[in-house]
């Protein structure tokens, strides 16, 4: 039996030009770059992937709460 990874990665975007440089343990890179590996991606995509989910996420929660309120 095998079981299938639903995976919320997007498909891959057009080069960007701005950076955003965060720091990291060497353990923190290391999962990332774990991650990455097993995937099959660059770890630069996986750490933008995940800020932009989180991203989305708390805007949803903002929005919500917002609505709530009014």
């Keep these: 039996m095998?079981?299938?990874?639903?995976?919320?990665?997007?498909?891959?975007?057009?080069?960007?030009?701005?950076m955003?440089?965060?720091?990291?343990t060497e353990a923190e890179q290391d999962e990332i770059d774990a991650l990455?590996?097993?995937?099959n991606l660059?770890?630069?995509f996986m750490a933008r992937h995940f800020i932009l989910e989180a991203v989305k996420h708390h805007k949803s929660q903002f929005m919500q709460e917002a609505a709530i309120e009014a």
């Design 2 to 18: 095998t079981t299938q990874l639903n995976s919320t990665l997007p498909e891959r975007q057009p080069k960007r030009a701005l």
């Design 20 to 24: 955003f440089s965060i720091r990291l």
């Design 36 to 39: 990455a590996k097993r995937l």
């Design 42 to 44: 660059p770890s630069s």
